[in-house]
């Protein structure tokens, strides 16, 4: 079974549409987590999410925006999509705060 | 910010011990470090954590001097899967949002 899963695994768009990328955990985690991978390999984190709070990293647009729907779920929604946003996007989650994150297989945008 | 500076690559042939370190001048008294491995194409796996000494587990070492301000991942006798990027990360946990993967570590293992 699939602990960290994400969908769609390749995404493909132009400049200025919005597109949402899907993640799901079936570990019972309560901390969930967006990381970008730029063309560099550099990992950043963008968000965390538990039941409790949002934390935004405060250098990420305001165009990227986390929902979730439920503790399993942490969908990333991106507006008015720029040739910068180009990247692979990974999906975390933990335990706890204080933890080991479990990574899904990314996303790969591509913004033509 | 615990920002962390580890070797761009490092070579080695299987059944070697690999020995990677991590600096991380600017360490928090909160902070925990943390490494992970990358393969290409998919997204980090967890590999070990620590907060000072030494800690061991069936995959790898971690060892952190008592000032803290550098850590050592080191594999035990390498195989040829153990190619990948190593990262470390400096975990400010509570206030996740700055938490900083380094730019990690290419290792490639030889036959």
């Known amino acids: 079974d699939t602990a960290v899963s994400q969908t769609p695994k390749y995404l493909v768009t132009q400049m200025g549409n919005d597109k949402s990328i899907k993640c799901e955990q079936n570990?019972?985690?309560?901390?969930m987590y967006w990381y970008k991978q730029d063309s560099k390999k550099f990992l950043k984190i963008m968000f965390s999410?538990?039941?409790?709070?949002?934390?935004i990293n405060e250098t990420v647009p305001n165009r990227f925006s986390p929902k979730s729907p439920d503790k399993a779920h942490l969908n990333l929604h991106i507006n008015s999509l720029e040739l910068g946003d180009s990247a692979v996007y990974f999906c975390?989650?933990?335990?706890?705060?204080?933890?080991?994150?479990?990574f899904g297989p990314g996303t790969r945008l591509t913004v033509l | 910010l615990a920002k962390t500076t580890q070797p761009i690559s490092m070579d080695s042939y299987e059944g070697q011990e690999v020995n990677i370190t991590c600096s991380h001048n600017n360490i928090a008294t909160n902070d925990y470090i943390t490494w992970y491995q990358q393969f290409p194409s998919q997204g980090p796996r967890f590999i070990i954590q620590?907060?000072?000494t030494k800690v061991t587990n069936e995959v790898a070492s971690l060892f952190i001097p008592a000032d803290r301000k550098s850590s050592t991942l080191s594999l035990p006798r390498v195989s040829l899967s153990d190619t990948a990027v190593y990262y470390c990360l400096v975990g400010d946990w509570d206030s996740s949002y700055k938490l900083i993967f380094g730019s990690g570590t290419r290792l490639l293992v030889r036959p």
């Open positions: 975390a989650s933990s335990p706890r705060d204080r933890g080991e994150q479990f």
């Open positions: 570990l019972g985690h309560d901390t």
């Open positions: 620590g907060y000072k």
């Open positions: 999410y538990n039941n409790k709070e949002l934390i």
